[in-house]
C-alpha cells in the first residue's frame, strides 16, 4: 500500500490526492454580486452544512477568486443545488471569466430574485439557500466563508413527504479533477441505538 508524505509531495500531486479520497463532495454553486451589481456564479466543491441551529454552511475559496471578493465586500451570497440537469451551465460558469463578466448571462441561465437577499438564485436550481456572511476563516491556500442560511427554497416536486426526496433532487457530487456522481440509486440504513448492539440486534443471525 503507497503511503505518501505530504511535505514530499508538490502542492498539485496534494491536492489532487485530497480531492480523491475526500469524496464524493457536494457541490455549491454560488451567487453572488459585486457591488457594482455585477452578478457572479461559480461552483465551490469545497462545501458542507456547518451547524443546524443556527442553520449555517460553508463554502472555500482556493485563493482568491470572483465570489470571495463579492462575499467580502456584499457579505450576501445564494448556494445553489447543482442538479444532474444543471452539469453543464454549472461547468462553464467555473470558467475563469474576468470579474466584470455575467456568469448568468454565459450560461443562458435565468435568474430568480431571492427573498432576503441580495444575489439572485438560478431559477433551474431545485433548491437554494440564501446565506449571509458570519465568518471568513482563512488557513493554508483555503478562505472558508462561513454564512447563516436566512432562507431555504425547494421545488415542489423534489419535496415529498415533508422532506427533500434525493431520488427527486438527483443532486451531483464533485470527485477528483473533471469526475462527478449524480444521485440515482440512494439507500438507507436505520442507525443503531447503543441498546440494540448491547443486547445484540445488530448481530447476524
Ligand atoms: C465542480 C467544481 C467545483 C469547484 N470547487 C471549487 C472550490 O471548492 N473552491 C474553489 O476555489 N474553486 C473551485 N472550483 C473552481 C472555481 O469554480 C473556478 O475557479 C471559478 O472560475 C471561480 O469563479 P469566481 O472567480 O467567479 O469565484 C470548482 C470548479 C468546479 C467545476
Not at 105 to 126: G, I, K, Q, Y
Not at 153 to 175: F, K, N, S, T
Request: glycine letters at 6%; hydrophobic letters at 45%; proline letters at 8%.
Amino acid at each position: 500500500m503507497p503511503s505518501f508524505d505530504p511535505a514530499a509531495l508538490h502542492p498539485g500531486e496534494t491536492y489532487f490526492l485530497l480531492t480523491s479520497l475526500v469524496v464524493p463532495r457536494p457541490i455549491a454553486w454560488v451567487s453572488t454580486l459585486a457591488s457594482d451589481g455585477t452578478r457572479n456564479l461559480a461552483p465551490h466543491s469545497y462545501f458542507n452544512a456547518i451547524s443546524s441551529h443556527p442553520p449555517i454552511v460553508h463554502f472555500t475559496s482556493t485563493g482568491v477568486k470572483d465570489s470571495l471578493r463579492n462575499v467580502r465586500e456584499t457579505g450576501e451570497f445564494v448556494v445553489n443545488v447543482v442538479t444532474a440537469d444543471l452539469v453543464e451551465p454549472m461547468n462553464l460558469t467555473a470558467a475563469d471569466f474576468p470579474p466584470e463578466e455575467d456568469e448568468f448571462t454565459w450560461a443562458a441561465l435565468e435568474a430568480a430574485p431571492s427573498t432576503v437577499v441580495a444575489p439572485p438564485r438560478v431559477a433551474a436550481a431545485r433548491a437554494a439557500m440564501e446565506c449571509r456572511l458570519r465568518e471568513i476563516v482563512s488557513m493554508g491556500n483555503g478562505n472558508m466563508v462561513f454564512g447563516d442560511v436566512v432562507a431555504v427554497h425547494v421545488a415542489d416536486e423534489v419535496w415529498h413527504d415533508g422532506r427533500v426526496d434525493p431520488r427527486r433532487l438527483h443532486a451531483v457530487g464533485r470527485l477528483a479533477g473533471s469526475g462527478y456522481t449524480a444521485v440515482t440509486d440512494p439507500f438507507f440504513l436505520r442507525r443503531p441505538t447503543w441498546a440494540d448492539v448491547r443486547d445484540g440486534a445488530t448481530r447476524d443471525a
